[in-house]
């Protein structure tokens, strides 16, 4: 490929050529001919015999290296052009989108006439066959597309019950954390009323000694001597057997303290607690609620939150009619 005028320049400066303004490309290419002959010549005249022979063992080696890429690079193009063709060829042999679509469609035809050819011969068959026949064979058809939506439905409750149970498992652990916390909270009430210096203390001591029993609905601390249960303690009696244990009477309040505490509680519990904790009439420790909350499996505040939400709906109701 032709150098560029611009080339030539360079390459004619690099020569030590003096490069008129207006000189053409072929000047250049000419005067870069002439010098490059003559300094060659002129290096050729210089050189000893021992050295024209290296030179020329050097441009041996130089040509072979040259004649070397020159015959991978050949290499390189057969193959790039041999998988061109199979490319080519391959693309030649591939089916046409029409045709595609042309096969689809008598495929398509094939099976509508193949399920019409079986139906023929099930009718067929029919004729010959008795009432009893032809109605067991509707019921077998029956029953297997009953099977199959059986099988469905099945698969469908299968899911189902996963979701639910994934739900109910959510539900466990918000409920022993809300739990936990129940218990922590009752922990510290009782070791505030009991003069503890750190409530919070008292529940980071005790509130891995109990275990929640399912059948008496509350946590219970068993308490163990020599290897053996002794006794099943509430939370109650564990936290006060625990304070007044002598040798957690580092715990306490100094007495002074204690017994202010004692004296305000004492004020405090005569006050009349017939209405302690009741919302709207409703009390929490009412039997029959306790027992009401109980069957429904529901927490007794909540049944009572559902008996003020439902009192004012029939109060809404009940305005409404007057108005």
Do not use: C, W
């Amino acid at each position: 490929m032709p150098k560029s005028l611009e080339e030539l320049k360079v390459q004619a400066e690099g020569l030590d050529i003096e490069v008129a303004d207006d000189a053409t490309e072929e000047d250049l290419q000419t005067l870069i001919d002439e010098k490059v002959k003559s300094t060659t010549e002129k290096n050729l005249d210089s050189l000893s015999v021992d050295d024209l022979k290296k030179e020329i063992e050097y441009f041996k080696n130089e040509s072979k290296k040259a004649f070397g890429s020159r015959d991978r690079a050949k290499i390189e193009a057969r193959k790039l052009k041999e998988e061109l063709e199979g490319i080519k060829t391959t693309q030649e042999k591939a089916p046409k989108v029409e045709d595609i679509q042309s096969l689809k469609e008598e495929l398509s035809s094939l099976r509508s006439m193949e399920q019409e050819r079986l139906d023929k011969l099930e009718a067929d068959e029919l004729k010959n066959l008795s009432e009893r026949e032809r109605e067991k064979r509707a019921f077998d058809k029956e029953l297997e597309k009953f099977k199959e939506k059986t099988n469905l439905e099945i698969e469908n409750i299968r899911k189902t019950a996963l979701e639910k149970d994934k739900v109910i498992e959510q539900k466990d652990q918000k409920i022993a954390v809300l739990t936990k916390k129940s218990l922590e909270g009752s922990i510290a009430k009782l070791a505030s009323e009991q003069g503890a210096l750190n409530p919070t203390q008292i529940v980071r001591l005790l509130k891995d000694d109990f275990s929640f029993n399912e059948t008496l609905n509350e946590f219970i601390y068993e308490k163990i001597e020599k290897g053996k249960i002794v006794d099943d303690l509430t939370v109650d009696e564990r936290v006060t057997e625990f304070l007044q244990d002598p040798d957690n009477e580092n715990l306490l309040k100094p007495k002074g303290s204690v017994a202010g505490v004692e004296v305000r509680q004492s004020t405090e519990n005569k006050t009349p607690t017939s209405n302690k904790g009741k919302r709207h009439g409703y009390d929490p420790k009412d039997p029959k609620l306790l027992r009401e909350a109980d069957e429904a499996g529901l927490n007794v505040e909540f049944l009572i939150d559902t008996k003020i939400m439902r009192d004012k709906k029939l109060k809404l109701n009940d305005f409404a009619e007057k108005k």
